[in-house]
């Protein structure tokens, strides 16, 4: 049955009405949006208390969604070509605990976008002027200037931000290079002036590099709410011919999930905007089966464009000979179930991220969301060295190797990021092939596993990039981010040292390679790596001794 959303509501305040509308909806069934433009009020929409990865979620737990769909199966949402238009601090949409959803066919745009953008429209010594979009408002006020979005019902701020409050950089967007900048426009602030409706002056004791013409861009990163569109414990899930403008909050998550792919999904700025992610763009944690991600493109996050990981929780204690606490270690991790009964699981010590036993299968699992810990019991003893402590912390991690999906990355451009094209680390079979990577500023495909910073898991075993073309641009801010490749592979350890291969069975072939500085390949940490390019300079790092 086919539900027409204009029967629920009218387009001008439409959340309440799909809300309604997927109340009512069974499987087969698809909500259709005649073409338009739809508005999506917070006020509205759906809040609910839930955890999203890689986000300071434990900070912000309730989390609102424009379109929710949970415990639901076999629906498709079709918008017919429309714009869903955001207005707040909201996630654009939710898939919780469903199966079988196809979201086709609309553009993601947010009416007030959370990441505010500063044009610079003249430079005289410490003096900036900025100008900001038209639908970004701010006021003055003890000489901090506040950007804000408010709603139009409660005449309540939905959000707002004071100077580049609770923002850990700044991005530099200077036509198609863009690239992350320390010495943010605040910096050193002395004295602030509005000089227009959209322009102010700021005077700083600190002089500014940047060009006239040029859009400096913040985001309050230091505290990522939530994800701008979601996916958590959902199988079979289909985007297809979907236009992001904008996500706030961190990117579109899918958490603990299988089977999931992204065809014709385009992250690209209307036409006022310079930013099409408060973060990263498509962003995997947890998942099993296959991720697809084909003939998709991404230009100008304020983040990196793809990342597919899996999660090291950090042995805290044993309870008995089969049974043993662990903890999710960072601060953006945490607060979901990341082990099921039946799932196989791998040890790793943190200091050389070698493995620790053998595999395990889980028998139990008992999740505190609130303490970030679970409690899992296995079928078989627990590793006889798994209480091993290095510089006094607990050296061993477990992941769980079910989730450690199949990954195609295919016919996609990734242009204008100022951190990293891709991340990927994952046990399945990686196929990274016919994608073209231009101005991105850090690894533009970056194979990690880190077992001490952001717990990322992820050992590589199969992994082809191949018939790729890579133009590398010219390394910036070498003192920050010293390695420009087009392939890094960097393994993060507790101590810093590598002494055994991590990854292995990666073959780099046929791609095109234009670069001023950086390599082809750098490396550390990778055994069996196999690269074809003889041009460009390849760099394989020693082991530590």
């Known amino acids: 049955m086919i539900y027409e959303v204009t029967q629920f509501g009218l387009p001008k305040n439409i959340a309440a009405g799909v809300t309604e509308a997927l109340r009512q909806m069974q499987p087969g069934d698809t909500l259709h949006f005649p073409k338009g433009e739809y508005h999506f009020y917070k006020d509205y929409c759906q809040s609910l208390l839930v ?85 970004q408002p701010f006021y003055m006020d003890g000489g901090s200037v506040v950007f804000f979005e408010q709603s139009p019902f409660t005449k309540k701020n939905y959000w707002q931000m004071r100077n580049n409050e609770n923002s850990s950089c700044a991005v530099r967007h200077q036509g198609e290079t863009v690239f992350r900048e320390v010495n943010q426009p605040f910096f050193g602030l002395h004295r602030t002036r509005r000089t227009g409706a959209r322009t102010f002056d700021v005077w700083s004791l600190r002089k500014k590099n940047y060009l006239v013409g040029e859009t400096v861009t ?76 084909k003939d998709c493109s991404f230009t100008q996050a304020h983040d990196d464009a793809i990342n597919i990981h899996g999660a090291f929780l950090r042995f805290v204690r044993r309870v008995d000979d089969h049974t043993a606490v662990f903890q999710f270690v960072h601060r953006q991790q945490g607060g979901y179930r990341a082990f099921f009964p039946g799932d196989t699981v791998r040890f790793y010590y943190r200091s050389s991220l070698q493995p620790c036993g053998e595999e ?30 290095f510089r006094g912390q607990q050296n061993v991690v477990i992941e769980n190797a079910s989730y450690c999906p199949n990954v195609e990355i295919s016919g996609c451009s990734i242009h204008g990021i100022p951190t990293r094209g891709i991340l990927c680390t994952s046990g399945g079979h990686v196929d990274i092939h016919h994608n073209t990577f231009e101005h991105v500023f850090m690894a533009n495909v970056f194979v990690s596993n880190d077992a001490n910073d952001w717990y990322e898991s992820g050992p590589v075993r199969d992994m082809q990039i191949h018939h790729n073309v890579f133009h590398l641009p010219p390394l910036r801010q070498k003192r920050f981010w010293p390695t420009l490749a087009a392939v890094l592979v960097e393994p993060i350890t507790l101590g810093g040292k590598i002494t055994a291969p991590v990854h292995s069975g990666i073959r780099i072939f046929e791609n095109e390679i234009t670069l001023t500085d950086g390599y082809a390949l750098w490396s550390k940490g990778g055994g069996d790596i196999e690269i074809d390019d003889k041009d460009h300079p390849v760099h394989i790092e020693p082991l530590d001794k």
């Open 51 to 135: 955890h999203t990865s890689n986000t300071d979620s434990f900070q912000r737990p309730k989390k609102t969604f424009g379109i929710l769909l949970q415990d639901k199966e076999q629906l498709t949402l079709d918008g017919d070509g429309s714009v869903f238009v955001f207005h707040g601090n909201i996630s654009a949409l939710g898939v919780l605990r469903c199966r079988q959803i196809t979201l086709r066919n609309f553009t993601i745009r947010y009416a007030c976008p959370t990441n505010v953008e500063l044009e610079v429209t003249a430079k005289q010594g410490h003096t900036v002027s900025y100008r900001v979009p038209e639908n």
């Open 218 to 293: 913040l985001s309050m990163n230091n505290c990522r709410e939530t994800a701008g569109a979601f996916f958590s414990e959902s199988s079979d899930l289909a985007v297809a011919q979907v236009t992001v403008n904008y996500l706030h909050g961190f990117g579109w998550l899918t958490q603990m999930c299988r089977d999931v792919s992204f065809t014709g999904v385009h992250f690209h700025p209307d036409p006022q905007h310079h930013v099409s992610s408060f973060a990263d763009c498509i962003h995997v944690c947890g998942c099993k089966g296959t991720v697809t991600v």
């Open 360 to 389: 395990n299968t889980v028998a139990a699992a008992e999740d505190d969301i609130d303490t970030k810990i679970c409690t899992l019991t296995f079928d078989r003893p627990l590793p006889e060295d798994i209480d091993a402590k």
